[in-house]
């Protein structure tokens, strides 16, 4: 089975703080995405990445970034955080145009 | 679309019933479709998926069927378990490749 695992299952930061969430597969991958999802909004695209050192915007990438140093581990970054990003971070992976597998989640809360 | 939390549709159902969850998705152009299960405090668990050149695909007590005509997909639980309570979701791969999720349904299972 596909596992994909993050780093944190919860998260308080307060306001301005750095934040590094990580996220690892298993299954060597190419693709990998970061998602949040918050109550009557569904699953939100942030970022993704085809391959190692590639990156590209999802839907809703502001006051984020993301890092790819190696196939199996991608990064998402909050530089600054705001509290308008408390919410719940799902990781993914998938082979091709397959379906994707996520993690757990990571539930931050910005203070 | 809308997700996880407030306000989503809710399937109510008996023990040992089948269930039938409904999903309409709005491009044409789809050629593959997923269906996810989101238990409480966990990330989306794929369950089953199926191409655009079939109309059914079966699992293990679970049924996807599609229709392209009217643009329908559908997931059936056979004998319905308290397990199976969870929120499920629809996604799409559109055009430009990228998976879209589609509006999620609770699925609540009376003992």
């Known amino acids: 089975d596909v596992k994909v695992t993050q780093s944190s299952r919860y998260l308080v930061k307060r306001t301005g703080e750095k934040v590094f969430l990580e996220c690892v597969q298993d299954?060597?991958?190419?693709?990998m995405f970061w998602y949040r999802q918050d109550p009557g909004l569904g699953l939100r695209l942030i970022y993704f990445?085809?391959?190692?050192?590639?990156?590209e915007k999802g839907d809703i990438p502001e006051g984020y970034s993301v890092s790819r140093e190696k196939k199996e581990r991608f990064s998402l970054i909050l530089e600054s955080a705001s509290t308008n990003q408390t919410s719940m971070y799902l990781c993914?992976?998938?082979?091709?145009?397959?379906?994707?597998?996520f993690g757990n989640g990571t539930r931050l809360t910005v203070t | 679309g809308e997700s996880v939390g407030l306000h989503l549709p809710t399937l109510s159902v008996q023990e040992g019933d089948n269930s039938i969850i409904n999903c309409a998705y709005s491009n044409s152009a789809s050629d593959y479709f997923i269906w996810y299960k989101q238990e409480s405090g966990k990330g989306p668990q794929f369950i089953i998926d199926i191409r655009s050149n079939m109309d059914k695909r079966q699992g293990q007590r679970v049924t996807v069927l599609l229709n392209k005509t009217v643009k329908h997909l559908s997931l059936q639980i056979a004998a319905t378990q308290p397990g199976d309570s969870a929120v499920y979701f629809c996604a799409e791969y559109n055009a430009g490749n990228m998976l879209t999720f589609g509006g999620g349904t609770r699925l609540m299972v009376k003992p």
């Open positions: 299954m060597d991958h190419e693709n």
């Open positions: 990445s085809y391959d190692v050192k590639m990156k």
């Open positions: 993914a992976s998938s082979f091709g145009g397959r379906a994707l597998h």
